[in-house]
């Protein structure tokens, strides 16, 4: 008996000709959407990328040339947002792609509000999360064996930064192909994304402090004359004040030269020709 009315709930008017996205379809978007920042554009940032990984969605779920021409300039609209958080706004966007395609009175601009709301958060965590921590977390255990000649340093690199993004694209594609909007809406009206863009721009800082003491090398070898006593290193005195006071001077200088416009090529430059010079002249 059971069995029979799951039979006819399977053929109710509400269920029956409704368009599904296949699997096949669908791990065809998100193979596409795993190199969609290659084409990166500064009209329209990352949209080039995005409508070319919709494809797949918008041939099934479209029958009629006009509906998929529709679909295809909807995303050709403005798009940026970190890549290693993209899959949860793909994932969101074909459940949304798919409800347009079943509900006559379904409005397609709020796939586009949706992609504007999630993109500017997402950002925010991807790139606090991969490029001010995990980036950075990865440079400090690799690099000590990659200055050794280590092969093994820049695969442990590659891997430490890459593993946890697939894993993050592959669970956010799926998990909110699945669930919708729900989770990401619940989270971003919670607060929950601005706590968690704030605890990864902590940890961002404390690993960029943590670098700077380690691997930054700067010192002076000047030294001060003392009457009746030995020189003494302008160094002791820079480390009483501060431990690694001139490393942090520098990297302070290269940042505030970052933020007035200077080229990073020609602060390479920079530095290699003022370490030539204060070498040369017994500076450090």
Not at 132 to 150: D, E, V
Not at 245 to 265: A, R, S
Request: hydrophobic share 45%; glycine share 10%.
């Amino acid at each position: 008996m059971t069995s029979n009315n799951q039979q006819v709930q399977e053929m109710t008017p509400n269920n029956a000709g409704r368009k599904s996205l296949s699997k096949k379809t669908l791990s065809k978007v998100f193979r596409r959407s795993i190199g969609y920042n290659a084409t990166y554009n500064y009209p329209r940032q990352q949209n080039c990328g995005f409508c070319f990984s919709m494809i797949p969605a918008i041939k099934e779920l479209y029958e009629k040339k006009e509906d998929q021409i529709a679909a295809l300039k909807r995303h050709l609209n403005f798009f940026l947002t970190a890549a290693y958080l993209s899959g949860f706004i793909f994932g969101t966007t074909c459940a949304l792609e798919e409800e347009n395609a079943n509900t006559p009175d379904f409005q397609p601009e709020t796939i586009d509000t949706m992609k504007l709301s999630l993109m500017g958060p997402l950002a925010g965590i991807g790139d606090s999360l991969w490029m001010g921590t995990l980036r950075i977390i990865a440079t400090g255990i690799t690099a000590a064996m990659c200055l050794q000649g280590n092969v093994l340093g820049p695969i442990l690199f590659f891997l430490i930064l890459n593993v946890p993004n697939l894993l993050c694209r592959y669970f956010g594609f799926w998990g909110t192909y699945k669930t919708g909007t729900k989770i990401l809406s619940d989270a971003e009206s919670s607060g929950l994304l601005k706590k968690i863009t704030y605890v990864c721009s902590i940890m961002g800082l404390m690993v960029v402090g943590g670098m700077i003491a380690s691997n930054v090398n700067f010192s002076t070898i000047i030294q001060i004359a003392i009457e009746g006593s030995d020189p003494v290193m302008l160094q002791t005195y820079f480390d009483t004040i501060l431990p690694k006071l001139l490393p942090l001077g520098l990297t302070g200088l290269m940042y505030w030269l970052l933020n007035k416009g200077v080229k990073v090529l020609p602060l390479l430059f920079g530095i290699l020709a003022a370490g030539l010079g204060l070498a040369t002249f017994g500076i450090i």
